[in-house]
Nanobody, 125 residues
Framework: VQLQASGGGLVQPGGSLRLTCTGS????????IGWFRQSPGKEREGISC????????YYADSVKGRFAISRDKANNTVYLQMNSLKPEDTATYHC???????????????????WGQGTLVTVSS
């Protein structure tokens, strides 16, 4: 199971980015998929999850109302649309499989299984 996050970059405060998660050797549609982020000196933070069965979405309070997770099953892809970005959103973002649908709602416990290389998002003027 290998996942790859892409789409990061430098964006000004208030701007938007869309991150993409792709999988190789397996179908993302067979798993709940989450996103977490980490920056130097800070703890890893689970920020979003989408369930495998019915596509229910969950968000950390820090990103709720600004970020949106979605699936494209035909293209074996999961997206994270990030709007109204803030400097505190600066981090390396990773997508990951989640142990099961139930744990999607417990992002604070970092219920992640496999993940790959992340993508750096820098929010700065």
């Amino acid at each position: 199971v290998q996942l790859q996050a892409s789409g990061g970059g430098l964006v000004q405060p208030g701007g938007s980015l869309r991150l993409t998660c792709t999988g190789s050797g397996f179908s993302l549609a067979d798993y709940p998929i989450g996103w977490f982020r980490q920056s130097p000196g800070k703890e890893r933070e689970g920020i979003s999850c989408i369930t495998e069965t019915d596509g229910t979405t969950y968000y950390a309070d820090s990103v709720k109302g600004r970020f949106a997770i979605s699936r494209d099953k035909a293209n074996n892809t999961v997206y994270l649309q990030m709007n109204s970005l803030k400097p505190e959103d600066t981090a390396t973002y990773h997508c990951a499989t989640v142990v099961n649908d139930h744990l999607c709602s417990y992002l604070n416990v970092l219920p992640f299984g496999s993940w790959g290389q992340g993508t750096l998002v820098t929010v700065s003027s």
